[in-house]
């Protein structure tokens, strides 16, 4: 059974970091892209991060770009996204993704974790 485990959400102040964290069980890690989505309330979810599986390839919202960063750690199964200067506007739900990259293509999704950015 795959599980995406998120971790590292939480209320933050304009200016501020998190770092968020995605443990996967029960897939081949090495195999899969990794991503980080968000939605913020009355908006579609949209890709903030991704990252390829064997971590020489990223790439990120404009929005983002230099201020968040994602990496992974295959030995532990785990991405992260390091968010540095933090916005309100950054404030959504934050989704970790997998994606294979083998056929046939099998894609999972975590259960979301709040990041909420507000004096």
């Known amino acids: 059974q795959v599980q995406l485990v998120e971790s590292g959400g939480g209320l933050v102040q304009p200016g501020g970091s998190l770092r968020l964290s995605c443990a996967a069980s029960?897939?081949?890690?090495?195999?899969?892209?990794m991503g980080w989505y968000r939605q913020a309330p009355g908006k579609q979810r949209e890709l903030v991060a991704r990252?390829?599986?064997?971590?020489?390839?990223?790439n990120y919202a404009d929005s983002v770009k230099g201020r968040f960063t994602i990496s992974r750690d295959n030995a532990k199964n785990t991405v992260y996204l390091q968010m540095n200067s933090l916005k309100p506007e950054d404030t959504a739900v934050y989704y970790c993704?997998?994606?294979?990259?083998?056929?046939?293509?099998?894609?999972?999704w975590g259960q979301g974790t709040q990041v909420t950015v507000s004096s």
């Open positions: 993704n997998v994606a294979s990259v083998l056929v046939p293509k099998r894609e999972y």
């Open positions: 990252i390829s599986n064997g971590g020489s390839t990223t």
């Open positions: 029960g897939i081949i890690f090495s195999v899969y892209n």
